[in-house]
């Protein structure tokens, strides 16, 4: 049953590649329309919490990992850190009223269509990559067994972010964002504890 667990957590670490393939191709328009790339997202950080949560609940009845099992569950603990939080922070910061897509009208370049690879706008940019940045350091602080490394990663984010917080809905976009990052992150170093003990 320990392999179960394993498979689940890496089938959801894995998840976050469909969309990336979906929007690369362009399937049903998704580049183009924010609101399709948001249920997208949804349904990425939906799909990838109900496998997460199997993989933990399964893991909670079986013994635990070793040997390779415990290097792929941390490779896929971090893979799923990384990979998936960004799409978990995106459908929060929606909910929260921030639009973190930009809309097809915002695209000021005719010869250009508006992608991943397009600079952010917004008071915070950047962000896609601090996350991935700030999520890997979360997952690689707890799963070493090191959790006071939070309080450096989060104070070494808020200082660096400081001047820019003082912009219309920055502090907000700033906080969802932190907190929703770094609960996903945590969360899957959970299930990854309790997979391998």
């Not at 971090?78 to 097809?104: D, E, I, K, N």
């Not at 003082?166 to 504890?193: D, K, N």
């Amino acid at each position: 049953m320990t392999a179960a667990a394993i498979a689940v957590f890496v089938a959801a670490a894995l998840i976050p590649i469909v969309p990336v393939v979906l929007r690369g191709h362009d399937v049903g328009g998704v580049a183009r329309r924010p609101r399709a790339a948001m249920v997208l997202d949804g349904v990425t950080a939906g799909a990838m919490i109900a496998l997460a949560g199997t993989a933990a609940i399964i893991a909670t009845t079986t013994g635990p990992a070793r040997g390779a099992g415990l290097v792929i569950t941390t490779c896929a603990a971090m893979a799923a850190a990384v990979g998936g939080g960004g799409f978990v922070v995106r459908v929060v910061l929606w909910t929260g009223g921030v639009s973190p897509h930009r809309a097809s009208g915002e695209n000021t370049d005719p010869t250009t269509r508006p992608d991943d690879d397009a600079p952010e706008s917004g008071p915070l940019r950047g962000g896609r990559v601090i996350g991935y940045l700030e999520r890997a350091t979360v997952a690689a602080t707890l799963l070493a067994g090191w959790p006071e490394g939070l309080a450096v990663i989060l104070a070494v984010k808020s200082l660096a972010r400081f001047p820019e917080l003082r912009a219309p809905h920055a502090s907000e976009q700033f906080i969802m964002g932190t907190f929703a990052s770094v609960l996903w992150a945590a969360s899957m170093s959970g299930v990854c504890y309790l997979v391998v003990h």
